[in-house]
């Protein structure tokens, strides 16, 4: 059973020029559980392996350029694809895995296009987010010969021992333990000299998230599933990446990092250890001053948080549970120290209104982080939000075709389209120029 097996992660990023500071992961850790079966892998990471524009840095000139990512996909002849087709002629794959995510859908497609028209005779898999929450959308897809839902830690390496055969595998989160599984396999990654140091420091020490937000899809792969990898196995992947690769930096990319306090404790005794500079992201509810000094002295530089809101009432619908103040008071904490801290804010739910919006614009300056991130909301199939709103909408509602960037929300009752986009806009640009004054968005390449 000598297989030759390519996971692709879709380009998506790279339509837009924008220089993304990691790895792919997902693709990676499924290449080192392939690996370990004697199974041949190889990561095509296709947000990596093509020009960037430093103005992407700039999150308005992301929301200006959101037709090119369109426009690219549908571009036959697209550098990007021509390039996918190269590596397809080198590779020479048996089997191609997809990771399909929601704002990815058409470049996922398109990949899938071109995998069977250079070979109708490869099988191919998808997988991840979309793939688990609406396996059923790629039903009767000839592009499509088998879909994952669920993690495929343990699955993938049995399809394709078993010869390929099953159409649709779904496998329960709580049946894969994350001890057992090997670290991801980064050797796999094409083209390596697109990767930096930084880009190959990105690990993550748990998987899950105990939290239920309404608008999360991490639910998809863990159920509410949080599990821990051993100390050992964390330190081992450490020592080898400062060994091999000379990271400078750890991008501990947790969905939850601080929600543990035992696991958070032992993971950032062991950083202090490695010597190396670090940040994560939490629940800002876990701030405290004895938690930011043990962090601050075992190397962390800077955290992440996903506060979404400044309206009290949407993060009681979002179930985010925790009060404004609670927020505020852990800002104070912040302020009193050292430690550089990103917050994430959405705006655009299906029963937003102009006048919450501005709740969350003023909310954020309130608090005073050292970067603030705004995001148009992304409806994702398979959260509470998604089911509440979209999931009656049928064929009506173009999946594929909205991202944390592209202010098109034109399921907002209280507003059209041009209007939303204004008020995006306006709250972006105040939020731009108070970063420039702040701090830059390189101190945070540890954070998604």
């Known amino acids: 059973m000598a297989k030759r097996v390519l996971l692709v992660n879709p380009p998506f990023h790279a339509f837009f020029e924008y220089d993304r500071w990691w790895y792919a992961f997902s693709c990676a850790q499924l290449a080192g559980c392939l690996k370990e079966k004697g199974i041949e892998a190889f990561v095509y990471d296709g947000d990596k392996y093509f020009k960037k524009d430093p103005l992407t840095k700039q999150r308005q ?82 592009l499509v010969d088998t879909v994952f839902a669920g993690p495929a830690d343990n699955s993938l390496p049995a399809w394709i021992f078993g010869g390929c055969k099953e159409s649709f595998i779904r496998t329960d989160p709580r049946s894969v333990d994350l001890r057992l599984l090997p670290a991801p396999d980064r050797e796999a990654l094409l083209y390596p000299e697109f990767f930096t140091s930084t880009d190959m420091g990105m690990i993550m020490t748990s998987r899950g998230c105990p939290s239920d937000c309404s608008f999360c899809s ?39 990092f601080l929600a543990d306090r035992k696991n958070s404790v032992q993971m950032a005794e062991l950083f202090k250890k490695s010597g190396l500079p670090w940040g994560t992201e939490g629940l800002i509810s876990s701030v405290t001053p004895e938690m930011i000094d043990m962090l601050l002295d075992s190397g962390c530089t800077n955290l992440s948080f996903g506060i979404e809101s400044g309206s009290q009432s949407r993060l009681d619908k979002l179930k985010k549970r925790i009060r404004l103040e609670q927020i505020e008071a852990a800002a104070e904490i912040l302020h009193k120290s050292r430690m550089k801290w990103k917050t994430f804010f959405i705006v655009g739910f299906p029963d937003d209104t102009p006048e919450e ?60 389209t041009r209007a939303y986009r204004e008020k995006f806009e306006n709250i972006l640009s105040d939020f731009e120029r108070y970063n420039a004054g702040v701090a830059s968005v390189d101190e945070f390449k540890g954070a998604r």
């Open 61 to 142: 000139e992301m929301v200006r350029r959101q037709s090119w990512y369109s426009d690219g996909v549908k571009n036959d002849r697209h550098y990007i694809w021509e390039h996918f087709r190269k590596t397809l002629a080198e590779v020479k794959p048996d089997v191609v895995g997809v990771a399909m995510w929601s704002s990815f859908l058409q470049s996922g497609l398109k990949v899938l296009e071109i995998c069977k028209k250079f070979d109708p005779a490869i099988k191919t898999c998808v997988g991840g987010y979309h793939a688990s929450a609406m396996p059923g959308y790629f039903k009767g897809n000839p």
């Open 218 to 256: 991490n639910k998809l792969l863990t159920g509410l599933k949080y599990q821990f990898r051993a100390v050992e196995q964390v330190r081992a992947e450490v020592e080898h990446l400062i060994k091999k690769y000379k990271v400078p930096y750890l991008n501990v990319a947790d969905a939850n």
């Open 357 to 416: 919006m501005e709740e969350t614009r003023r909310f954020a300056l309130k608090i005073k982080p050292s970067y603030i991130s705004l995001n148009s909301f992304t409806p994702l199939p398979g959260t509470a939000i998604y089911n509440e709103w979209f999931a009656q909408c049928g064929d009506s509602f173009e999946l594929g075709s909205y991202n944390q960037l592209n202010p098109r929300a034109d399921f907002i009752q209280s507003m059209d």
